[in-house]
T-cell receptor, first 113, second 114 residues
Framework: NAGVTQTPKFQVLKTGQSMTLQCAQD?????MYWYRQDPGMGLRLIYY???????DKGEVPNGYNVSRLNKREFSLRLESAAPSQTSVYFC????????????FGPGTRLTVL | GENVEQHPSTLSVQEGDSAVIKCTYS??????FPWYKQELGKRPQLIID?????GEKKDQRIAVTLNKTAKHFSLHITETQPEDSAVYFC?????????????FGAGTRLAVHP
């Protein structure tokens, strides 16, 4: 039971390149989330998926797209990377019902040159 | 939308002392307030949370208090230990069906000195 996994762990891109960050969970949780973490700014919600087949914007969605491929997987895509997207990206998953805890993945450290 | 402010940004205490971190929120619809601990280079992990129908919750050396009228909540750590050193984040959200959109504070870096 790995919980929430993310790939890759590290990535360096040049401005304008595209890439997809992968997230998978093996806990059969319904909702999934993508956050970015920048120094001094805490975690900010980029997009979330309340359930399989649905996605919605969070606080900072510009420059990103997401896909909820199935119940397990939720990917984040940068179509044309910019230096302002240099950050640590965390994926999280949360079960349905009364348990509110969001379980986080290990993170992806992305640098855009 | 919701806005969460967290203070202080850094906190230094001696081992055995207490530590208090405070957060305020803006949206009166928020009813769920978790606290996450993040050690250096690691993922955030939930340490305690509180729903708006209670004013205080304790778990061993950790407690959280909530004042709905004033829209603020606080984390209290007693008898601090060096392993409590980490960044702590508060968050707020409205519980909605099976998901919650957490809005985080900017974090507090706690250092516990032996």
């Amino acid at each position: 039971n790995a919980g929430v996994t993310q790939t890759p762990k590290f990535q360096v891109l040049k401005t304008g390149q595209s890439m997809t960050l992968q997230c998978a969970q093996d806990m059969n949780h319904n909702s999934m989330y993508w956050y970015r973490q920048d120094p001094g700014m805490g975690l900010r919600l980029i997009y979330y998926s309340a359930s399989e087949g649905t996605t919605d914007k969070g606080e900072v969605p510009n420059g990103y797209n997401v896909s909820r491929l199935n119940k397990r997987e939720f990917s984040l895509r940068l179509e044309s990377a910019a230096p302002s997207q240099t950050s640590v990206y965390f994926c999280a998953a949360r079960p349905a019902g009364v348990v509110n805890e969001q379980f986080f993945g290990p993170g992806t450290r992305l640098t855009v040159l | 939308g919701e806005n969460v402010e967290q203070h202080p940004s850094t906190l230094s205490v001696q081992e055995g002392d207490s530590a208090v971190i405070k957060c305020t929120y803006s949206d009166s619809a928020s009813n769920y307030f978790p606290w996450y601990k993040q050690e250096l280079g690691k993922r955030p992990q939930l340490i305690i949370d509180i729903r708006s129908n209670v004013g205080e919750k304790k778990d061993q050396r950790i407690a959280v208090t909530l004042n709905k009228t004033a829209k603020h909540f606080s984390l209290h750590i007693t008898e601090t230990q060096p392993e409590d050193s980490a960044v702590y984040f508060c968050a707020a959200s409205e519980f909605s069906g099976g998901y919650n959109k957490l809005i985080f504070g900017a974090g507090t870096r706690l250092a516990v000195h032996p």
